[in-house]
């Protein structure tokens, strides 16, 4: 028995080729699962052995040397001389062949080269460990009687008015489904509330007017830059539109975002904050068009902010 032998047929389980030196390459070639007449066969992995002679790429050496407690001189010197008598074994033979024990029969053909009759019983490919082939069984015939044939165009009318029934139901779901994309307003007393679940361009919110104002403001210097914020606690008669830089969950944060900004030349900055939302407004102006054009120019000026939106508050 061949030493080489054990540690190709280790290596196997991880590689899918080992390289002997001056002698050849076993592989692994993966074939997926398949039906082949009444059988499902699994996957595998089917070995095989090119007679080619490929550079050393150091392998099996390493593989000898953490086993046979040798150093790489005589590791090599071990592949070489297995591989001489290996040679000599199929020359000498009369059958020209030579039996490797979990690898399979190595026969040389009258053209000098060698082939493998792989043997099926070692298994290389350990993640389909346990799988057998499963046989198929064709299914019992049955006769149709009239009467059968009779209830089963009966039962093909059915399918046919149940289509035309779920035909019905897709079409009512389409037209839901376009109420839901697009947005639609519904009045509850003054509110205004957009219930399509998309952020528009531009979003109006409508309170009922109140006397009471409570604004608190919060000022800031540090070097030259200053930070301006603005609470809006509740909203005038006059109907205001503000330029909408950024939207943030807490009021803390906004204000850390307010100094980031600031570093950058974008200030004063207005907070709003409203229907528990946190938002930062760089303007407010009381006309559409003012509002829209200084939008246009700063998102010039801006393109990083290029997703700037309009805030309508009255």
């Known amino acids: 028995m061949y030493?080489?032998?054990?540690?190709?047929?280790?290596?196997?389980?991880?590689?899918?080729?080992?390289?002997v030196p001056g002698f050849g390459v076993f592989g692994l070639d993966y074939t997926s699962a398949s039906v082949e007449k009444d059988e499902i066969i699994p996957p595998a992995k089917k070995l095989y052995f090119e007679h080619t002679i490929y550079p050393n790429d150091g392998?099996?050496?390493?593989?000898?040397?953490?086993?046979?407690?040798?150093?790489?001189?005589?590791a090599n010197a071990l592949i070489e001389k297995e591989v001489f008598l290996l040679k000599k074994e199929i020359e000498n033979s009369s059958d020209k062949k030579v039996y490797l024990e979990g690898l399979g029969l190595l026969q040389q053909t009258p053209d000098g080269t060698l082939q493998l009759n792989a043997s099926t019983q070692q298994p290389f490919f350990t993640q389909g460990y346990g799988y057998s082939s499963i046989s198929l069984h064709p299914v019992l015939t049955v006769q149709h009687s009239q009467k059968d044939i009779l209830t089963e165009k009966e039962t093909r009318i059915?399918?046919?008015?149940?289509?035309?029934?779920?035909?019905?139901?897709?079409t009512?779901?389409?037209?839901?489904?376009?109420?839901?994309?697009?947005?639609?307003?519904?009045?509850?007393?003054?509110?205004?509330?957009?219930?399509?679940?998309?952020?528009p361009p531009m979003i109006k919110i409508q309170e009922k007017p109140?006397?009471?104002?409570g604004d608190s403001v919060v000022r800031e210097q540090s070097n030259d830059t200053i930070l301006s914020t603005i609470t809006?606690?509740?909203?005038?008669?006059?109907?205001q539109y503000h330029i909408i830089i950024s939207?943030?969950?807490?009021?803390?944060?906004?204000?850390?975002?307010?100094?980031?900004?600031?570093?950058?030349?974008?200030?004063?900055?207005?907070?709003?904050?409203?229907?528990?939302?946190?938002?930062?407004?760089?303007?407010h102006f009381e006309r559409?068009?003012?509002?829209?054009?200084?939008?246009?120019?700063?998102?010039?000026?801006h393109p990083e902010l290029s997703d700037a939106w309009i805030l309508s508050v009255r």
Do not use: C, M, W
């Not at 593989?63 to 790489?72: A, R, V």
């Open 59 to 74: 392998l099996l050496v390493r593989s000898i040397l953490k086993t046979e407690s040798s150093n790489y001189t005589s």
């Open 3 to 19: 030493k080489i032998t054990e540690h190709i047929k280790r290596l196997l389980i991880d590689y899918d080729r080992v390289i």
């Open 232 to 239: 809006i606690t509740d909203i005038t008669f006059q109907k």
């Open 158 to 170: 059915e399918i046919s008015l149940r289509r035309d029934f779920v035909q019905k139901l897709a």
């Open 210 to 213: 109140t006397k009471a104002i």
């Open 172 to 199: 009512i779901a389409a037209i839901l489904l376009l109420i839901i994309i697009f947005p639609a307003k519904i009045e509850n007393g003054d509110l205004a509330t957009d219930y399509a679940g998309i952020i």
């Open 247 to 283: 939207s943030l969950p807490s009021r803390k944060i906004a204000e850390k975002q307010i100094e980031r900004f600031a570093q950058n030349g974008i200030f004063p900055l207005t907070i709003v904050e409203r229907d528990n939302k946190i938002r930062l407004s760089i303007r």
């Open 288 to 301: 559409l068009d003012e509002a829209e054009a200084f939008l246009s120019e700063f998102r010039k000026n």
